[in-house]
């Protein structure tokens, strides 16, 4: 079983609209979470950070379950310039160790 | 530009040869990473320095792999004897030292290798 999983992309969205990212991850010691913005051949960059209580950043909202071993992403008010892969990621140990989910890629058209 | 650099940017070997890929962290940063991204797939964890000791090395990262940082600053990934399995992204990330576990590595462009 992969350390982090994604919802398969990808997903073809107008504009405007709201859509969901699911993640799990599969070491109960994960201690941080993220996700991270890659547009199309460019490098991963960090999007927000994924708190228990939850936590929003303008039209994003990320939900963390440990319990369930499971994070979310919503984007709501979809922009084209939302298109890219977003990635789920967890930490392992003390110094930062990201592992990455495979990504789910989002496509925002007119 | 202060970001973190990477060279070569692009890299086309035969099978057989040996590559070595350098990395240049932001400057007050002291951990250092590499990642190997293929097409479809998120960024794998290879190996993390912190200063100039090598702390953890991934099982992907096989007897072919070598990484330095030598004085703790810029960073080498060796791969000798190229296989057409090593073809992927390269990349480099690197981020402060600081009590909270923030989560932000800053990546570099990476270094894409075709191996034919």
């Known amino acids: 079983r992969k350390e982090v999983e994604q919802d398969p992309g990808p997903f073809n969205v107008p504009e405007g609209a709201t859509v969901a990212f699911n993640c799990t991850y599969s070491n109960s010691a994960s201690q941080s979470f993220f996700w991270y913005r890659q547009d199309c051949r460019k490098e991963p960059k960090l999007l927000m950070s994924?708190?228990?209580s939850g936590n929003e950043d303008g039209r994003f909202t990320a939900q963390l379950n440990r319990a369930s071993q499971y994070i979310s992403l919503l984007i709501r008010d979809s922009k084209l310039s939302d298109s890219a892969t977003y990635l789920c990621?967890?930490?392992?140990?003390?110094?930062?160790?990201?592992?990455f989910g495979a990504g789910t890629r989002l496509a925002v058209h007119p | 530009d202060t970001g973190v650099s990477q060279d070569p940017r692009h890299k086309i070997t035969k099978r057989g040869q040996n590559v070595t890929f350098r990395c240049d962290p932001i400057?007050?940063?002291?951990?250092l990473y590499w990642y190997r991204q293929t097409l479809g797939q998120g960024p794998e964890f290879l190996t993390y320095f912190q200063n100039e000791a090598q702390l953890e090395k991934s099982r992907l990262l096989s007897d072919r792999f070598s990484a330095e940082r030598p004085k703790g600053s810029f960073s080498t990934l060796e791969i000798q004897r190229t296989e057409q399995g090593d073809s992927a992204m390269y990349l480099c990330?690197?981020?402060?030292?600081?009590?909270?576990?923030?989560?932000?590595?800053?990546f570099g462009e990476g270094s894409r290798l075709t191996v034919l």
């Open positions: 990621v967890v930490t392992l140990g003390g110094y930062n160790k990201l592992i």
């Open positions: 994924v708190y228990s």
């Open positions: 990330a690197s981020s402060l030292l600081a009590g909270e576990n923030t989560g932000e590595l800053f």
């Open positions: 400057s007050e940063h002291n951990r």
